[in-house]
């Protein structure tokens, strides 16, 4: 399962004084009406109800648009560091968070991305997570399981609105990261076991490491 480039993006002032870009940057095509959207929702609330035992609908449909939006590399790399470049490492990342100011919601989204960015890697391709761990890298000293359990923690602080509800479904995930992390390593078996996805230009939209 690799992530595709996108050409779709917004970006959004916030008044942290920091351009974000924001979720709407995957394709706008695929919506919950979409046949790859009711494809990952189908396996994911398979996996998580029966082979995880989680009953949490909300928390199962933001996992699902968690794997919609990481189709695209541009969601995978959106963080971006004060000279405006993608920033790719763990480390980088928390780094770069931790200098926001602490009320800003940026530095909610910045953590927020944290969790789901270790999540997926975790999650779908723990073997390219190990490589990582195996050679020298930023990553190499860090822990995705801790980094991702505190960064869902931070951001699930936020709880004004209107991230009063998705507060709760974070706070959920930084409990339960590891189980919805070995979740989603089922779906990636799932997916395996699946012919190729394709496109309109026949080009895949899916496939395996």
């Not at 979409?34 to 933001?62: K, Q």
């Not at 790719?88 to 991305?113: C, F, I, N, Q, W």
């Not at 991702?148 to 990261?177: D, V």
Request: with cysteine; proline share 6%; aromatic share 10%.
């Amino acid at each position: 399962m690799n992530p595709l480039p996108s050409n779709h993006e917004k970006n959004e002032n916030n008044n942290d004084g920091k351009t974000e870009n924001q979720g709407a940057s995957f394709d706008p095509s695929i919506r919950p009406d979409h046949s790859l959207w009711r494809l990952f929702a189908g396996l994911t609330e398979n996996v998580f109800f029966n082979e995880m035992g989680i009953i949490d609908p909300p928390l199962i449909d933001y996992v699902t648009h968690l794997l919609i939006r990481f189709l695209h590399m541009s969601e995978l790399y959106r963080l971006k560091d004060s000279q405006n470049k993608s920033i790719k490492e763990v480390p980088d990342m928390v780094r770069e968070a931790e200098s926001l100011p602490s009320e800003g919601r940026t530095r909610r989204e910045y953590h927020r991305h944290i969790g789901d960015y270790t999540l997926f890697w975790l999650g779908l391709f723990p073997e390219m997570v190990q490589r990582k761990m195996s050679n020298w890298s930023r990553d190499t000293a860090i822990s995705y399981v801790a980094i991702g359990k505190r960064s869902y923690l931070i951001a699930s602080t936020f709880q004004n609105s209107p991230f009063t509800e998705e507060s709760l479904i974070l706070h959920r995930l930084s409990l339960a990261f590891e189980g919805c992390a070995l979740g989603l390593n089922y779906v990636r078996k799932e997916l395996d076991h699946l012919p190729p996805l394709v496109n309109k230009g026949n080009q895949k939209i899916i496939e395996s490491e």
